[in-house]
């Protein structure tokens, strides 16, 4: 029973669906940045590459790992597409229920992206749905995690094919206590404003395979060169670097905070819990980027529920953007994608959320669970 829209809601304060966590220290750091006269890509850039290494070998040796800054998750999807020598000619799995930067990376690198159904557990696309969406020309798939819910990557080798672990939504969660983005053959990673950790807009390429690294680098620093091809500009700025770096210290704890916010809602729900909530495998820890609900016919019930409580939800792939629809292709071919489209709803979980804020979700999530 939702318990009735009180007077008060009027009064209240919106509160966002998502929102960056900027403190002093980060806004520190950005002007410490801009202060010493260098804002182009510099010495910082090169300090968040080595210290986003060193976050994701949990502080052990980094040597066998290497990372390059670029300007968005999307460059360094396209990026890591060409180090791999995906291009015309090559198929490249693409999981439907993701968002369009998938397409176009794989596109503006000249390959062929094959759409494949997601589970609806995980939301991510089973060992089976991509082993039979294989062609005969298909050379990668993009593993992307979906909203911080970790898959098993080891399980996708058996492919035979390269993986790209998109971990644009979840860096930070692990699988079997390793953190995402360490088994596929490069991993890449997104920090638009309202990702994890942001820096704006920005990106990294991450690899132990020196000689990808080394290729993504050398096509985006395209300048002062002598052995010239066509490149492009995809850097990164010292000050958004500056930023980078200040966020990633920061980033276990928005985890923890994600973490107790998910733990509360989770509370509030009760015993629907288990059918309501997007459920990795036993070994997954999640990062919480996305606190979602299954809720099925009654999505928008609910959604109306948390709209007059002044509380911004949204469905973060409506149906109409799911990619088999950008390329055409018959809907029957991915029936969980379809069905997951118009019935997930993403609550706000971001660590900025205050007590307040939060006592206000857990009242509508019981009102409508409980
Ligand atoms: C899974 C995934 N891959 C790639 C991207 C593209 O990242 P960006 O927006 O930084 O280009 C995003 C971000 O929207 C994403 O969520």
Redesign the pocket.
Known sequence: MVRPLSKNNNCKKVIRHNSPYISKSDLKAVSDSINTGWLAQGSKVIEFEEALCRYMSDGQNTSNLSGVAVS??????FLALKALGIGKGSDVLVPTY??S??LN?VYWAGATPIPVDVSTGDFNPTFDMCFNALTPTTEAL?L???YGVPVDTRIYKDLGIKIVE?C???IGASFDDRKVGLVGDIA?F???AT?MITTG???MVLSHDKNLIDQVRDYRDYDGRDNYYPSFNFQMTDFQAALGISQLERLPSFITQRSKNAQRYIDAIGKDSETLLQLGAEDASPNWYRFVLKLGSRLEDCKMVFDQNRISCIQPVHNNELLHKHLGLPQAHFPCSEEISVSVLSIPVFPALNETQICRIEQVLSDLFL
């Open positions: 968005s998750g999307t460059s360094a999807l993701a968002c930067a998938l990376a993009v992307t995690h979906t998109d644009c939504q979840s890449i997104s920090f638009y990702k807009q920005g990106g």
